[in-house]
């Protein structure tokens, strides 16, 4: 019994003694650096600032490819319509080129003759961009003097598929005639 008065004692007169200051703020830290405990594993990588960090970018980027990708597959008239027109006036920019509207307007087209309800204002208007972007295209080989074959080929794809569009829904083969009369690589001359 002597033992266990001792050890009630002991443990009374350590509860009464106060902690020092550095005990307090970095007692255990130094404890834990003695006794060499280490973290868990996912403590040590997702508490880092780095690595909070690097999850932050990780997120934004698949949210920005995300939205970048469901874009891709936007109609006129959908949510997500203007992100493409602005991804495809950086890539324009960027390389110079406007292959990538060109034939994302012929898809357009196609796309939306395939509806049920075709919407012909929306149509239009993808017919007058394909237009336009065709003409100042050819604007442009013709200025530099060169010959795109790659250019022409797609641009006759287009023509086959426009053809064969207008042929299975005939009510739309007015609103498409400007986009079979663009991507019509054929020269025709006229006789005066």
Known sequence: MSNNNFLTDLKNEYRKTNATLHLKTSGWSDVAKKIDTKEPF????????????SLAVLALLIIFFGTYQIALAALPGDPFYSVKILSEKIIEETSGSNQVV???RADE???LSKERE??????????AEYKENVDQAKENFEATGESNA????????Q???FERISSDNPDIEEEIEDAK????TEEHETDD
């Open 42 to 53: 996912y403590k040590r990588i997702f508490l880092s600032g780095f690595a909070r960090v």
């Open 102 to 104: 060109i034939d994302h």
């Open 150 to 157: 790659d250019f022409e080929n797609k641009l006759n794809e």
């Open 118 to 127: 075709v919407n012909g204002q929306n149509l239009e208007q993808v017919v």
């Open 109 to 111: 087209i196609i796309d």
């Open 159 to 161: 023509h086959s598929e």
């Open 181 to 184: 009369e663009a991507s019509d």
